[in-house]
C-alpha cells in the first residue's frame, strides 16, 4: 500500500483543515488506519485510528473531541477532520497503514510523506 497526504496548510488558532491520505492498491480496507504527526524536536505521536470498516475509532487525548477520523474505502481514502485548531497541534501529520487497531507507532508499517500542518496565535 502506498499513502500520500494531503491538506495541510497555515491556519489560524481555532480554525479548521481536513487531512486526506490516498491508498493505491485494492488492498486498502483491509488495513487499519492512523495519523500520528511530529512536531519540530519531538517524537512522532499518535493522533487517531480507525479500523478498516470504518466502525471504530480512537484518539489521543489531546485531540479527543476537536479531530475526526473517518474512511471512505470505496475511494481508497482516509481523512482527518480538525476543528478548534491550537497552535500546539503545529506538526507534520503522517497517515499509516497497520493490520490492527493501535496507538503504537511500531506496528504501523506503511507510511505516508506527511503533510505540515501550522496552526498561527
Known amino acids: 500500500v502506498q499513502l500520500q497526504a494531503s491538506g495541510g496548510g497555515l491556519v489560524q488558532a481555532g480554525g479548521s483543515l481536513r487531512l486526506s491520505c490516498a491508498a493505491s492498491?485494492?488492498?486498502?480496507?483491509?488495513?487499519?488506519m492512523g495519523w500520528f504527526r511530529q512536531a519540530p524536536g519531538k517524537e512522532r505521536e499518535f493522533v487517531a485510528t480507525?479500523?478498516?470498516?470504518?466502525?471504530?475509532?480512537y484518539y489521543a487525548d489531546s485531540v479527543k473531541g476537536r479531530f475526526t477520523i473517518s474512511r471512505d474505502n470505496a475511494k481508497n481514502t482516509v481523512h482527518l477532520q480538525m476543528n478548534s485548531l491550537k497552535p500546539e497541534d503545529t506538526a507534520v501529520y503522517y497517515c499509516a497503514a497497520s493490520s490492527i487497531v493501535t496507538t503504537a507507532l511500531v506496528d504501523y508499517y506503511y507510511w505516508g510523506q506527511g503533510t505540515q500542518v501550522t496552526v498561527s496565535s
Open positions: 480507525i479500523n478498516w470498516s470504518g466502525s471504530s475509532t
Open positions: 492498491g485494492r488492498t486498502f480496507s483491509r488495513y487499519d
